[in-house]
């Protein structure tokens, strides 16, 4: 008996829905030895549609045009569902997010959709797939930004990765247990040691 994948599709561009449904439609037709059943395909997350049964093991998401919360509000309702981003988004800082969120998986659309089936099946075993040109630009962004973890402690590179990731000081103070007075210190340090005087200034230093 064949092993069974259920699939979820979100995506906003409907040609991209209908292109990944025929690669796993070829897929399927060739018989081999792990079927993928797409279970919905849609423009955008409905909790309420998402929550009704089946669940899928694997969805598929471009985080093009949704909420940025998207991933997470998916790993809330279904923690055990991975999610395989599939856009042509390429920024560090959607990568990044999308990945501490809970995603599992990155595929660049313009670039690796033939690795697609490939990706899902890998995925569905526990491990990961990233498009190369995502690994190279997060290998360049470690590189880079190891001078400035020279020079900032682990508290301020906590509060300085928050900033740059879009978190308001308040947030910043909550999920570090901070006073919001504390987080101020820290955002004055920050921004004396690396000689800059505003919040786009970090960014453009620390967001590679």
Known sequence: MNELIKVGIIDY???????????????????????????????KLSVSKTQQSPVPDILILDVDDQ??????QIKKVYPDIDIVIVTNNDEIKMVRSCFRNGAVSYL???SCSALLIKTIITTHEGDSYVSPKIVRALINQ????????DLLTARELQVANGIVEGMSYKMIAYQHK??????RIYVKRIYRKLNINSKGELIAQLAV
């Open 142 to 149: 470690l590189r880079d930004s190891k001078k400035y973890e």
């Open 108 to 110: 660049l659309k313009q």
């Open 67 to 72: 909420d940025f919360r998207t991933v997470e």
């Open 178 to 183: 901070l006073s919001l007075d504390t987080v």
């Open 13 to 43: 561009d409907q040609q991209a829905r209908i292109d990944i449904k025929r690669l796993i439609d070829q897929y399927n037709s060739n018989n081999q030895g792990v079927f993928i059943e797409i279970i919905f395909d849609r423009e």
